[in-house]
């Protein structure tokens, strides 16, 4: 079945830095989302992206289906920005979740 | 706009024990969601439910139970609570299942504590 592996593992970058977050996924997706979990838990829905690019405010996903990757660019990024980005893929109607990038911005 | 309500926030008991959290949404979604998440890990599918009274297994759902008892609200219960299965129980909505890239809405969470 469908797998997905996302990296880095964790991020650590200063304030005003651009981040760049990696997913590849195993099989062909109709379906790539990235999501933002906040530390204190709660879960949001960032871009839905299955090929393409996708922009929203700072954010810009890449999605290139053949290849079976997606990134997530974060440009300038803030404190605020500071979470795990969870992206999830597609496979037999069921999204499946990678491990997460764990961002830490620095003031 | 909506939100999903989970309760309990944490749910303590002991193990062996059958515990039940409780979802509820007011976005008027057809699909709701129970996905349990390991620290450090992805989300994993328990159970989840396309309409009122349907109940569909995820890869997650022995050891488990659900019921959507009206289109609003979606119940878990751990059958018999283990150590190893604390985590945190994440409840969400969509307006369907299809692969449409529609959006999931998800609770707060509620961790779950087994001592």
């Known amino acids: 079945g469908q797998q997905v592996q996302q990296s880095p593992a964790s991020l650590v970058l200063q304030e005003g830095e651009n981040a760049e977050l990696q997913c590849n996924f195993s099989?062909?997706?109709?379906?790539l989302q990235w999501f933002y979990q906040s530390p204190g838990g709660s879960l949001v829905s960032l871009l839905s992206?299955?090929?393409?690019?996708k922009h929203t405010g700072r954010l810009t996903s890449t999605t290139v289906t053949k290849e079976r990757r997606s990134s997530l660019h974060i440009s300038s990024s803030q404190t605020t920005d500071s979470g795990t980005y969870l992206c999830?893929?597609?496979?037999?109607?069921?999204?499946?979740w990678g491990s997460g990038t764990k961002l830490i911005i620095k003031p | 706009g909506g939100i999903i309500t989970q309760t309990p926030k944490f749910l303590i008991g002991q193990e062996g024990q059958k515990l039940t959290l409780k979802c509820q949404q007011n976005?008027?979604?057809?699909?709701m969601y129970w996905y349990r998440q390991d620290s450090g890990k992805g989300l994993r599918l328990i159970y989840y439910?396309?309409?009122?009274?349907?109940?569909q297994k995820g890869d997650l759902s022995e050891g488990y139970d659900a019921s959507r008892e009206k289109k609003s609200s979606f119940s878990l219960t751990v059958t018999s609570a283990q150590k190893n299965e604390m985590a945190v129980f994440l409840c969400?909505?969509?307006?369907?299942?299809?692969?449409?890239?529609?959006?999931?809405?998800f609770g707060e969470g509620s961790r779950l504590i087994v001592v």
């Open positions: 999830a893929s597609d496979s037999n109607y069921q999204l499946i």
């Open positions: 099989s062909t997706a109709t379906q």
């Open positions: 992206n299955p090929s393409g690019t």
């Open positions: 976005f008027n979604h057809d699909t």
């Open positions: 439910s396309i309409t009122e009274n349907d109940l």
């Open positions: 969400a909505s969509s307006i369907d299942r299809g692969p449409s890239g529609n959006t999931l809405y």
